[in-house]
């Protein structure tokens, strides 16, 4: 039962992930404004460049706002599977078998699954670096929104997988005391 939950949760990240990145990929390939999100908005001083310079330059530009979008869906995804990770694990914890003060120390134990998503947002700024030499724009976009989506994911986490578990954890030690 636990594995075929396991590979249930799997599958649906990997659709969920897939569906982000198509989806990104799309956008680019068919918005103006997904592209220009990605893209470098200051123009490039070609001087007397002919029209192959001028495309050769477009087409550096456009290749280098693709690898910037991947980048962005790539560590978006991330957050999804350290999400999906992190919900395993609790899982885990509440149907763990056990008294609760294991049940408690098996949850502080699992305490860094709830900050894997700002690790993977302070990646995402680390990787934002690589990209400033060639598109300061995207740079910026992914920088900022890793570390907001690092820290809204593991936000979420707290709020709605640890504390509850938590309380309820606390509540039951409380009740088997008296």
Not at 7 to 28: D, E, Q
Not at 83 to 105: H, I, M, N, P, Y
Request: with cysteine; aromatic share 10%; charged share 15%.
């Amino acid at each position: 039962m636990k594995k075929a939950k396991f590979l249930l949760l799997i599958l649906i990240v990997l659709i969920v992930g897939g569906a982000f990145v198509w989806g990104m990929r799309y956008g680019f390939e068919h918005s103006e404004t997904v592209r220009n999100l990605f893209s470098n908005a200051t123009n490039e001083v070609t001087g007397e460049a002919g029209p192959d310079a001028e495309a050769a330059l477009a087409a550096r530009g456009r290749l280098t706002a693709l690898v910037s979008m991947y980048i962005f869906a790539v560590i978006t995804v991330l957050q999804f599977v350290a999400l999906a990770t992190c919900v395993w694990v609790v899982s885990g914890v509440r149907s763990a078998e056990g008294s609760t003060d294991l049940k408690l120390k098996q949850l502080e134990n699992a305490e860094i699954f709830f900050d894997i998503p700002l690790y993977v947002g302070l990646f995402g700024t680390v990787s934002a670096f690589l990209v400033m030499t060639f598109s300061p724009q995207s740079s910026r976009l992914i920088a900022y929104s890793s570390t907001l989506i690092g820290i809204i994911f593991s936000l979420v986490l707290r709020l709605t997988l640890q504390y509850p578990l938590r309380k309820r954890l606390i509540a039951d030690k409380a009740g088997g005391d008296k």
